[in-house]
């Protein structure tokens, strides 16, 4: 079982950026498809990009619209996040998780295919 640690989260003003990064301990990222989610109060988590052992990524059509990058340091067996053009609407608690199994490419956005959950890293968005 793979164990996560979310951080980088904070506050911004609109139009700002922030890289959120999940540090993976306890297996190789390799052995992982990865995803990040997010929770605003009061709603339902939503899928907002993934990445898998290949490399292979998606975004939430959505909300994203070219504002958000995952990436991954194999090295540091972290998965990034980089977020820009950040607007109030992205505010949340952002959370990564993995599933050692293949997900399939199309539900990669979805919560039910991952396992593994990190504790999350709040952003709040506000001028």
């Known amino acids: 079982q793979v164990q996560l640690a979310e951080s980088g989260g904070g506050l911004v003003q609109p139009g700002g950026s922030l890289r959120l990064s999940c540090v993976a301990s306890?297996?190789?990222?390799?052995?992982?498809?990865m995803g990040w989610f997010r929770q605003a109060p009061g709603k339902d988590y939503e899928g907002v990009s993934c990445?898998?052992?290949?490399?292979?990524?998606?975004y939430s059509d959505e909300f994203v619209k070219g504002r958000f990058t995952i990436s991954k340091d194999r090295a540091k067996n972290t998965v990034y996040l980089q977020m820009n053009a950040l607007k109030p609407e992205d505010t949340g608690r952002y959370y990564c998780a993995a599933e050692r199994r293949r997900v399939t490419p199309w539900l990669c956005l979805q919560t039910t295919q991952y396992n593994d959950w990190g504790q999350g890293t709040q952003v709040t968005v506000s001028s």
């Open positions: 306890g297996s190789p990222l390799d052995d992982y498809d």
């Open positions: 990445i898998s052992s290949a490399d292979a990524t998606r």
